[in-house]
RNA sequence: UGAGUAAGUCAGAUGGUCGCGGACACAGUUUAACUGUGGACGAGGAAAGUCCGAGCUCCAUAGGGCAGGGUGCUGGGUAAUACCCAGUGGAGGCGACUCCAAGGAAAGUGCAACAGAGAUAUACCGCCCGUUCUAUAUAUAAGGUUUAAUUACGUUAUAUAUUGAAGGGGUAAGGGUGGAAAGGUGAGGUAAGAGCUCACCAGCAACUAGGUGACUAGUUGGCUAUGUAAACCCCAUCUGGAGCAAGACCAAGUAGGGACAUGAAAGCGGCUGCCCGUCGCGUCCCGUGGUAGGUUGCUUGAGCCGUCUGGUAACAGCCGGCCUAGAUAGAUGACCGUCAGAUACAGAACUCGGCUUAUAGAUUUACUCACAUA
RNA sequence: GUGCCCGUAGCUCAGCUGGAUAGAGCAUCGCCCUUCUAAGGCGAGAGUCCGGGGUUCGAAUCCCUGUGGGCACG
């Protein structure tokens, strides 16, 4: 039951440095995704949507899309890694069921799934 | 019924499952924080643009002068405003009603290209009156030739008329240019004309009456004054600067060296620019540390709702009730249903009051016009 | 969030104290020169002066409003 929740936020500008120097990379229309593994037992994650993507209100809404697919799908993937997701251009239109299939598809490329 | 005008209101609702934010209550670990449970609360009418005005904080207690900047019909409202309300004037609409940066051009300066004769006063063409010269026509007179005949012819002089030229004067009706040509229309008048005179109209000044006032109405007068102040400017009035990344507290952390000066003066810095005034400071060069800190400011406020009272209204006052986001990489989402169907513009970041801009649709009230019926 | 700045030829900029032909350099195209190319010379084309509204006789310029882009902050 703990070990659903196990994953915290990637919050510093430094950190995001870090993954996007040491991290392997893929993408496909909707999101790029960076890995790296870390020390720790569990996953931490990060967002990113700039500024191209849409005013605020799309922004904040991609944002969202994104953190509810990722919450509702970690439990399938292994420990121990920093995973950043860029949103790309696309996004703006897309529906939740899009970027859900978008971030498991990528999960799969990069070899997560438990 | 149709077409409109004005002022408002709402901004999907609801059920289930999973999830997010900061408070609160309880429990546990354990002694200052974490974890769990619970039921409430949790983006907007524009949160936007940052165009104005304030609160709050620091700069000196917010000071003086000049410059600069804002505002600009009148009266009121307000913490304040470039906002709001009521009126005045102008423009538009059949109308309900809407729109207007709307002080001063008779304080001064500047600008007005091109065109045109001329651009703030002018005289090109034209019209009119004298003078001189030339030509033509007519009339009269003189003498010459000629004839029956002052019959005809030409010459000279004078007068009149017309045409042309030169030069002088008057005029601002007409012409065309221009955005604008110094009042407009009509009549009289005149050499021709002209506010030269008169009537009406427009505009100006003074006086009287009404109104707090913008202004309106009337009488009288002199006859006339280009436009531009979103050009400088004048007048009236307001205005110190920076902004919550303001500021305050706590914690952590670094390394000094060289040159000049040592009182005063000078200099530097803060207080937007300049001058004063005032406060602080030894100055310059080289080097070093930090920029993953935390707490606070941070939400009870010129607050919202309702009754009543005053006021045409904006608004103000009394009383009663309510507490309604506070994040810090930044919280509201996803899925499945139901409501016939559909969901616009759009996301708080110190807080308010306005303005401007974007906006699917639903809906209320009052009024206007047209048609029909009675 | 707050405070500022800038939009003019394909590119980089003038012009911004109102006056009609909106200029300059580079680039493009044509001709000349050269055996050919480059360089050089001559000429040409190319502009919603970011959009809309206002002031004015007249706006790239002045005023208002929107839009796009950029900069700074302890």
Redesign the pocket.
Known sequence: MLAQ?LFT?I????E?RQVYKNSKSMANKLLIIYIMKNQSESNRV???VSKKVG???VR??V???M??SF??NHHRIKNGYDIVFVARIGCNEA???EIESAMLHLFKKMHLTK
Do not use: A, C, I
């Not at 919050?11 to 430094?14: H, I, L, S």
């Open positions: 929740n936020t919050k510093k500008d430094r995001f990060g967002l990113t005013k605020s209100v904040s809404r944002k969202r899309l953190k509810e919450r509702l529906t939740y069921h």
